[in-house]
Protein backbone atom coordinates (compact mmCIF):
# COMPACT_ATOMS: atom_id res chain seq x y z
CA UNK A 1 0.00 0.00 0.00
CA UNK A 2 1.15 3.24 -0.98
CA UNK A 3 -0.05 6.88 0.42
CA UNK A 4 -0.23 9.51 -1.61
CA UNK A 5 -0.87 13.27 -0.70
CA UNK A 6 -0.95 16.03 -3.20
CA UNK A 7 0.07 19.97 -1.88
CA UNK A 8 0.98 22.95 -3.59
CA UNK A 9 -2.30 24.13 -5.69
CA UNK A 10 -3.99 27.42 -5.42
CA UNK A 11 -5.15 30.48 -7.25
CA UNK A 12 -2.67 31.94 -9.76
CA UNK A 13 -3.03 34.49 -12.58
CA UNK A 14 -2.34 33.53 -16.36
CA UNK A 15 1.30 33.56 -17.22
CA UNK A 16 2.26 32.16 -13.99
CA UNK A 17 3.68 29.49 -11.63
CA UNK A 18 2.96 26.67 -9.61
CA UNK A 19 5.01 23.91 -7.80
CA UNK A 20 2.86 21.05 -7.03
CA UNK A 21 4.37 17.89 -4.41
CA UNK A 22 2.90 14.83 -3.50
CA UNK A 23 3.97 13.00 -0.58
CA UNK A 24 4.35 9.34 -0.68
CA UNK A 25 4.34 6.95 2.59
CA UNK A 26 4.12 3.19 3.10
CA UNK A 27 5.77 1.14 1.41
CA UNK A 28 8.78 2.21 -1.29
CA UNK A 29 8.86 4.93 -2.57
CA UNK A 30 11.47 4.26 -5.93
CA UNK A 31 9.80 1.41 -6.73
CA UNK A 32 7.32 2.85 -8.81
CA UNK A 33 6.86 4.98 -11.64
CA UNK A 34 4.47 8.16 -10.95
CA UNK A 35 2.11 10.47 -12.44
CA UNK A 36 -0.06 13.71 -12.27
CA UNK A 37 -3.52 13.57 -13.82
CA UNK A 38 -5.95 16.23 -13.64
CA UNK A 39 -9.44 16.37 -13.84
CA UNK A 40 -11.52 20.25 -14.90
CA UNK A 41 -14.89 20.60 -14.13
CA UNK A 42 -17.52 18.54 -16.05
CA UNK A 43 -14.35 16.90 -17.97
CA UNK A 44 -12.99 13.62 -17.56
CA UNK A 45 -9.99 12.95 -15.56
CA UNK A 46 -6.72 13.23 -18.25
CA UNK A 47 -2.91 12.72 -18.25
CA UNK A 48 -0.86 15.25 -17.72
CA UNK A 49 2.80 13.53 -16.83
CA UNK A 50 4.55 10.64 -15.64
CA UNK A 51 8.24 9.67 -14.53
CA UNK A 52 9.50 6.25 -14.59
CA UNK A 53 11.90 5.16 -11.85
CA UNK A 54 14.48 2.85 -13.24
CA UNK A 55 15.73 5.84 -15.55
CA UNK A 56 13.45 8.87 -14.93
CA UNK A 57 12.42 8.61 -18.37
CA UNK A 58 9.65 11.40 -18.61
CA UNK A 59 6.00 11.45 -20.71
CA UNK A 60 4.11 14.88 -21.08
CA UNK A 61 0.69 15.41 -22.69
CA UNK A 62 0.55 17.26 -25.71
CA UNK A 63 -1.01 20.47 -23.80
CA UNK A 64 1.71 20.88 -21.18
CA UNK A 65 5.00 20.12 -22.99
CA UNK A 66 7.52 22.80 -22.86
CA UNK A 67 5.39 24.39 -19.94
CA UNK A 68 5.30 21.46 -17.29
CA UNK A 69 8.40 19.82 -15.91
CA UNK A 70 8.24 16.42 -13.72
CA UNK A 71 10.46 15.36 -11.68
CA UNK A 72 11.01 13.24 -8.02
CA UNK A 73 13.36 13.12 -5.42
CA UNK A 74 13.17 8.98 -4.11
CA UNK A 75 15.16 9.74 -1.17
CA UNK A 76 12.57 12.59 0.01
CA UNK A 77 9.63 10.20 -1.60
CA UNK A 78 8.43 13.26 -3.12
CA UNK A 79 6.71 13.76 -6.59
CA UNK A 80 6.53 17.57 -7.92
CA UNK A 81 5.19 19.09 -10.70
CA UNK A 82 6.65 22.81 -11.89
CA UNK A 83 3.66 24.78 -13.40
CA UNK A 84 4.73 27.69 -15.97
CA UNK A 85 3.20 29.70 -17.92
CA UNK A 86 -0.22 28.61 -16.52
CA UNK A 87 -3.89 30.08 -18.70
CA UNK A 88 -7.34 28.99 -17.84
CA UNK A 89 -7.53 25.77 -19.62
CA UNK A 90 -4.93 24.19 -16.68
CA UNK A 91 -7.94 24.97 -14.07
CA UNK A 92 -8.27 21.77 -12.52
CA UNK A 93 -7.42 19.31 -9.44
CA UNK A 94 -4.73 17.93 -9.98
CA UNK A 95 -4.21 14.01 -8.67
CA UNK A 96 -0.58 12.26 -8.35
CA UNK A 97 -0.66 8.22 -8.71
CA UNK A 98 1.94 5.90 -8.58
CA UNK A 99 2.08 2.44 -10.72
CA UNK A 100 4.33 -0.74 -9.33
CA UNK A 101 4.28 -1.82 -13.52
CA UNK A 102 7.48 -1.04 -15.59
CA UNK A 103 6.39 -0.53 -19.08
CA UNK A 104 7.41 2.04 -21.87
CA UNK A 105 5.01 4.54 -23.84
CA UNK A 106 1.70 5.27 -23.82
CA UNK A 107 1.57 2.65 -20.85
CA UNK A 108 2.23 5.72 -18.57
CA UNK A 109 -0.37 7.78 -19.88
CA UNK A 110 -3.55 5.39 -19.37
CA UNK A 111 -5.05 6.02 -15.85
CA UNK A 112 -5.40 1.77 -15.49
CA UNK A 113 -1.96 1.51 -15.37
CA UNK A 114 -1.38 3.46 -11.78
CA UNK A 115 -2.26 1.38 -8.51
CA UNK A 116 -2.42 4.47 -5.92
CA UNK A 117 -3.97 7.62 -6.12
CA UNK A 118 -3.91 10.98 -3.95
CA UNK A 119 -6.88 12.69 -2.94
CA UNK A 120 -5.83 15.51 -5.51
CA UNK A 121 -5.43 19.22 -5.11
CA UNK A 122 -7.37 22.60 -6.80
CA UNK A 123 -5.64 24.29 -9.43
CA UNK A 124 -7.28 27.53 -10.51
CA UNK A 125 -5.88 30.22 -13.06
CA UNK A 126 -7.63 33.03 -13.52
CA UNK A 127 -7.79 35.66 -16.64
Known amino acids: QVQLAESGGGLVQVGGSLRLSCAGS????????MAWFRQAPGKEREFVAA????????YYADSVKGRFTISRDNAKSVLYLQMNSLNPEDTAVYYC????????????????????WGQGTQVTVSS
Open 97 to 116: AASYSSASGSYYTKQWAYDY
Open 26 to 33: GRTFNNYA
Open 51 to 58: IRTSDYRT
